[in-house]
């Protein structure tokens, strides 16, 4: 089974985010648009050689600037699930700001039961400072509250993903701050990520000390979302989630950092198929299928071969001769003698883009990881037995 498979439907997109990784959603290439007929093409590729895809996110650039191919894509997956290619429908997801939802989109939304996840950096004074329009049309905030309103009312799951900076920092906005801003929607999810800049960015944490206050924040958050918990307040901050999923998870140990190119796939605007988005554009990344050991995707001598049991013993892609091999927690002897290996999860590509060439896990990265776990081994019986009892945290 495929864990996640995302499509980038555009390299374009409406809004200038002052600290975007994909260089304005382009990844360093031409704003093209992912054709549907590219599209239907190499996601009934992948298909075929997983049979199982849990989840389809749409991501870009802006993916609802491309409608229809998030619309072709999802007839193309319920056309594959009625052939018997698909054992059943993935989960359908879309990454986006939000900014400019039609009744088209609406009606897309509510046939595929799309779940959501809005970019939103927090309170109006702070998103817009850092999301503005590229056309300078109106402040993105009011658009979104306006949207979000919109699918709110029309019962659409949704998510929050905000990427915290040097600016949040000096508004003295802290990770508590920004769950309590936005817990009142009640969201499915609040992704709080502190962006991942190259160094000497203006948005950036060059400065120790405010890395280190910034990780402390990080780790008051998982002890406030402990102290909700325990008085029946779920408070559903991603890094909190992710971390009692991974305690909790019966998983054997891997050495890998993330899933990219394990149970994570992306196909690019351009038809290309990367272990994951964030490698977009960039050669050595690359994939491709197995073709001298898969059947084709045409013909009905290679259909007839395409079983199950074929398709789960053979890798799906394979890399480039000129492929670089992701980093492995294996690589690093800090991390083979870590006793967090086991649960630990960070991501590739924000390594890469902090430490371009060699990318290797940050010491911040690495202390999040062991004191927010340390934190939830000590604290989650102790918050489960008060929600229990009824005993109020003190």
Known sequence: MLGRLTINTTQFCNLGCLYCYAEGGSYGGKPIHLSSKTAIEMLTGIAMRYREINLVQFIGGEPLLNLPAMRDCCAALENLVDQGILRRMPNIAAV?????????HVALFDKYHVNLTVSIDGPEKIHDLLRPNKKKQGRTHTKI????LRIKNANFSYAFEVTYTRLHFEHHITIIDLLRHFSPWKPAGIAIVVAALPDGHPLGFADHDKIRTVLDWQVDAIGYCLNQLAIGRIVPYGLFLDMIHVVMSEKEFTGDFCPAETSNLAISADGK????????????HELAFNNNSFPSLHGEDDTERATPDFLSETPAVIAHGKHRKLPSKTDFPECVDCWARQWCRICVGNMAIRSPGSPAPSWDSCELNRRSLQLILQRLPRSLKELSDGVPVS
Do not use: K, S
């Open 96 to 104: 986006t700001n939000l900014t400019l939802v039609t009744d088209r």
């Open 145 to 148: 509250i306006r949207n979000l």
């Open 273 to 284: 198929i990367y272990g994951c988005h964030m490698f977009t554009n960039q050669e050595e």
